[in-house]
C-alpha cells in the first residue's frame, strides 16, 4: 500500500475524522470498530489495511500531537532571543488550534496505554526542569514548582 496514494491518504483522513468524531459523542471504551466503520463509509477490510484495532487509532493520533509538541519545545528551547521564542510559541500556538478539536478529543481517552493529556503535561514538566536545571542551578524545590506551572 503505497502511503502516498491519494485514495490512501483520503480513507486514512476518514476514519480519523469519524473517530474523533465519535469521540466527541462517545467515551472510548464504547466505541466500536464498527461505528468507526459506519461513520467513515467504509468496509472493515480497509480499516484493517491501516490499522489494527481502535488502540493503534487512537495511538497514532496521539503520537502525530505529542511529536507536534516535542518539537515545538525542543525549538522553542534551542532559541536564543526573546523574538525567537516568541516566533516559536506563536508557531506552536497556531499548529495546536489548528488541532484543538482533535486534541481534546483525544484528552477524553484515558487507557493503561493512552493517556495523551498525561503524557504531555509530563513532557512539558520534565522539558522545563532540565532545561532551567542546567541553565540556572535554582534548587529543585523551585524548579518543581516553576515545572508544575509551565506544564
Do not use: W
Not at 485514495?7 to 467515551?27: A, N
Not at 489495511?49 to 519545545?73: I, S
Not at 484528552?107 to 509530563?122: A, E, G, V
Amino acid at each position: 500500500m503505497n502511503q502516498n496514494d491519494l485514495r490512501v491518504i483520503k480513507t486514512k483522513k476518514y476514519i480519523e475524522v469519524s473517530f474523533i468524531d465519535l469521540l466527541s459523542q462517545k467515551d472510548f471504551n464504547k466505541i466500536t470498530v464498527q461505528d468507526i466503520l459506519d461513520r467513515a463509509l467504509i468496509n472493515r477490510s480497509t480499516f484493517y489495511k491501516h490499522y489494527t484495532d481502535k488502540y493503534q487509532l487512537a495511538e497514532t493520533l496521539c503520537n502525530e500531537v505529542f511529536d507536534l509538541l516535542k518539537t515545538g519545545v525542543k525549538d522553542r528551547f534551542n532559541c536564543a532571543n526573546v523574538e525567537d521564542v516568541l516566533m516559536v510559541i506563536k508557531s506552536l500556538y497556531q499548529i495546536l488550534s489548528t488541532k484543538r478539536e482533535v486534541i481534546l478529543a483525544l484528552f477524553t481517552i484515558n487507557t493503561d496505554t493512552i493517556h495523551l493529556y498525561n503524557d504531555m503535561s509530563d513532557f512539558l514538566k520534565r522539558s522545563f526542569y532540565e532545561q532551567y536545571k542546567i541553565k540556572n542551578l535554582k534548587s529543585p524545590d523551585i524548579l518543581d514548582y516553576l515545572s508544575e506551572l509551565y506544564a
